[in-house]
C-alpha cells in the first residue's frame, strides 16, 4: 500500500488558507527548508481553525465528513500522485465555485490533503503547474472569505438596526390602549352593541400583529443569513425577548376578542334560529350571515372561534335555505288563492267601468264606484304581483272621470277668473270715485265730505273685497280726513266768541265725561273678576251682582250724556 493510502480522515484536519506568510513556489521532498515552512504554515494556521469554525453554521458536519471521505476513497484507486493532486485541486475548485455560498469547510481540508500530497514525488513540471493553482484558488477563497465577511458584516449591521428599532417600538406598547381608534365598519347589526370594545381590542391587534409579523421575519432572515454563531445566538436571544412582550399579550386580547365574538354570535342565533319557523326577513338574516362572516375574517379570532362561528352560521345559513324552499311551496298554493280574488275584483271592476262608459253615474258617483272597488281589494288577501295589476287597471278605469273632472276644473276656474276680473273692474270704479272726491274736495262743505267718505266705506265693505284689498282703498280715503277736519276747523274759525266758548265748554264737557265712561267701565271690569273669583260664596256674589247693575246703570247714563253732546257739538258747527 502507498504512502497515500495510509493517509486517514481524522489526521485531514480543516486548515485555512495560508497566511501572507506562505510562500508562492511548491514544496519538494528533498527540500527541508520548504518542509520547514510548510509545517510552520500549518502550525501558525491552527489556532486560526476554532475562529473560522465559528463563522460557519454548525450544520452538515455529517455531510462535510461524506464529502473528504469519498474524495480519499476517490484518489485511492489512483497510484500516481499527480492525478490525486489533480483531482484533490478540482474538488477544491468545485467548493468554491458551488451554487450559493462556498463549501470552505471542504475547501480548508482538501486543502490539508493538498499539502500533504505535494510532500510526496511529484514530476517538478507538474508540481510547478499544481501548485499554481493551488495558489490560485487560497488566493480567490481568500478574496471570496473577505467578501463574505463583509457582505455577513453588513447583514448584521442592518438586522442590528432593524431589532433596535423593533425595540423601540416594542417599548411603547405599555401605551398600546391610549391609541386612538382605528376607522374600522362594523357592518353586522349583532355586533354594534360591543363596537366599541371590538375596535378597541382590534386596533391593539393590528399593531401587535404588524410587531409579531416583524419579529418572525427578522428570525426567517437570521437563519438565511451567514453570520458567527454567537453573534446570531445573541440576535435570536433579543428576539425572544421580544417576543415574550408581543406574543403573550397578543395572545391574551385575541382570547377576549374571539370570546366576545363566539357570545355575539351565539346570541344572535339564539335570537332568530331557536325556534322551528323563521319569523324574521330572511334576505336580512343572510346579509347578517354574510356580515357575521366578513368580519371574522377581518378579526384577528383564533381557529376555535373562527372555526366554531363558522360551522354555526353555515349551519344557520343551510336552515334559511331549507326556510325559503318551505316558503316557496307556501307561496305556489297561495298564488291559486290570489288568482281567484283577483277574478272578483276585475269583475266588479269591470262592472264599474261599463257603467262609467254608458254615463250612468256622475264623476262623483263613478270615483265613490270606484273606491268601493279599491275597498274590496284590501279586503281580501292578494299577492304582490296581483296588487300591481289591480292598481293598473283602477288607474286606467279611473282616466275618464278624471278627464271629465279636469274639464269641470277648468270651467270652474275660468269662471273664477271672469269673477276676479269683475271684481277688478269694481276695485277701480271705487278707485276713480275715490279720486274722483279727492280732485273736486273744493265744492263740498267738511258735512258733506263726510257723507260722500261713509258712503265710499260702506261701498267699499259690500263689495265682497279680500282684506287686503279693502285695506288698499281705505288707505286711499285717508287723505279726506285730513280734509274734512280742516274744514271743520275753518267752519269754526267763522263762529262767534260765544259759539266759540260754547263749543269748547261743550269739547271739555265731553273730554270729562269720556274719562268719567273710561272709569266705570274699569269698576265694572274688576267687579266682574271678583264675582268670578268669588266661586261658591253665595253672598259675595250677590253683593257682586248689585254693585255690577249699579255701574251698569250708571254707564248706560254717562253714554246718553256723551252722545247728546256730541250732537250739540256737532250743531253747533254746521251752523
Known amino acids: 500500500m502507498s504512502k497515500m493510502n495510509e493517509i486517514n480522515i481524522m489526521d485531514v484536519k480543516e486548515k485555512p488558507f495560508q497566511s501572507s506568510e506562505e510562500s508562492d513556489f511548491p514544496p519538494t521532498e ?42 480519499i476513497k476517490e484518489i485511492e484507486h489512483f497510484p500516481e500522485v499527480e492525478v490525486k493532486l489533480q483531482k484533490v485541486i478540482d474538488f477544491m475548485e468545485q467548493s468554491l465555485a458551488q451554487t450559493g455560498s462556498p463549501h470552505f469547510k471542504s475547501f480548508w481540508q482538501a486543502r490539508g490533503l493538498c499539502l500533504q500530497l505535494f510532500k510526496e514525488n511529484v514530476s517538478p513540471a507538474m508540481r510547478s503547474t499544481l501548485w499554481t493553482k493551488y495558489t490560485e484558488l487560497s488566493k480567490e477563497a481568500r478574496r471570496l472569505k473577505d467578501l463574505l465577511d463583509e457582505q455577513s458584516s453588513f447583514a448584521v449591521e442592518q438586522i442590528e438596526i432593524a431589532i433596535q428599532a423593533l425595540e423601540n417600538d416594542v417599548a411603547q406598547l405599555d401605551k398600546i390602549e391610549e391609541l386612538p381608534p382605528a376607522n374600522f365598519e362594523i357592518a353586522s347589526s349583532s355586533l354594534r352593541k360591543n363596537k366599541d370594545f371590538y375596535i378597541s381590542i382590534q386596533n391593539q391587534l393590528d399593531l401587535l400583529n404588524k410587531q409579531a409579523s416583524r419579529i418572525n421575519a427578522l428570525r426567517k432572515e437570521l437563519i438565511k443569513t ?27 386580547l385575541i382570547a377576549s376578542l374571539s370570546n366576545r ?45 373562527f372555526t366554531q362561528t363558522r360551522m354555526r352560521l353555515s349551519e344557520c345559513w343551510d336552515k334559511i335555505k331549507n326556510e325559503e324552499k318551505e316558503r316557496k311551496k307556501v307561496r305556489s298554493q297561495q298564488k291559486t288563492a290570489f288568482k281567484a280574488n283577483m277574478d272578483q275584483v276585475f269583475e266588479k ?60 276644473e277648468q270651467k270652474r276656474q275660468e269662471l273664477e277668473q271672469e269673477k276676479q276680473h269683475q271684481k277688478q273692474i269694481k276695485i277701480q270704479e271705487i278707485r276713480d270715485e275715490i279720486e274722483q272726491l279727492i280732485r273736486s274736495v273744493d265744492s263740498f262743505e267738511a258735512n258733506q265730505l263726510g257723507q260722500k267718505k261713509d258712503s265710499l266705506l260702506e261701498k267699499i265693505q259690500n263689495a265682497g273685497l279680500l282684506k287686503s284689498e279693502k285695506i288698499e282703498l281705505e288707505r286711499q280715503l285717508k287723505p279726506l280726513r285730513d280734509i274734512i277736519a280742516d274744514k271743520k276747523a275753518m267752519s269754526l274759525t267763522a263762529l262767534s266768541a260765544d259759539e266759540r266758548q260754547a263749543h269748547q265748554q261743550l269739547k271739555d264737557a265731553l273730554h270729562e265725561r269720556k274719562e268719567l265712561r273710561n272709569q266705570i267701565k274699569e269698576q265694572l271690569e274688576t267687579l266682574r273678576r271678583g264675582k268670578g273669583a268669588s266661586g261658591l260664596d253665595f253672598e259675595k256674589a250677590m253683593e257682586y251682582n248689585s254693585q255690577i247693575q249699579i255701574q251698569k246703570e250708571r254707564l248706560e247714563k254717562i253714554n246718553q250724556a256723551v252722545s247728546e253732546i256730541e250732537k250739540k257739538i256737532t250743531d253747533l258747527e254746521k251752523q
Open 30 to 71: 528533498n527540500s527541508s527548508l520548504q518542509e520547514a515552512i510548510l509545517a510552520s504554515s500549518l502550525d501558525e494556521t491552527h489556532d486560526q481553525h476554532h475562529e473560522e469554525e465559528e463563522d460557519q453554521p454548525k450544520k452538515g458536519a455529517a455531510s462535510d465528513h461524506s464529502y473528504i471521505e469519498g474524495l
Open 226 to 252: 451567514e453570520m458567527r454563531v454567537r453573534k446570531k445566538n445573541k440576535f435570536f436571544q433579543r428576539l425572544s425577548q421580544l417576543g415574550d412582550k408581543v406574543f403573550p399579550k397578543r395572545k391574551e
Open 261 to 305: 365574538f363566539i357570545e355575539d354570535v351565539d346570541m344572535f342565533i339564539s335570537h332568530h334560529f331557536s325556534k322551528e319557523d323563521l319569523k324574521d326577513s330572511l334576505f336580512i338574516l343572510r346579509e347578517e350571515i354574510k356580515a357575521l362572516q366578513g368580519t371574522a375574517k377581518l378579526f384577528t379570532l383564533n381557529t376555535h372561534a
Open 349 to 408: 271592476l269591470e262592472e264599474a267601468k261599463k257603467a262609467i262608459g254608458e254615463n250612468q253615474l256622475s264623476p262623483a258617483e263613478g270615483n265613490k264606484k270606484i273606491d268601493e272597488v279599491a275597498a274590496f281589494m284590501r279586503s281580501v288577501e292578494l299577492g304582490r304581483d296581483e296588487i300591481q295589476h289591480l292598481r293598473e287597471q283602477i288607474a286606467i278605469a279611473r282616466k275618464p272621470l278624471l278627464e271629465l273632472m279636469k274639464s269641470e
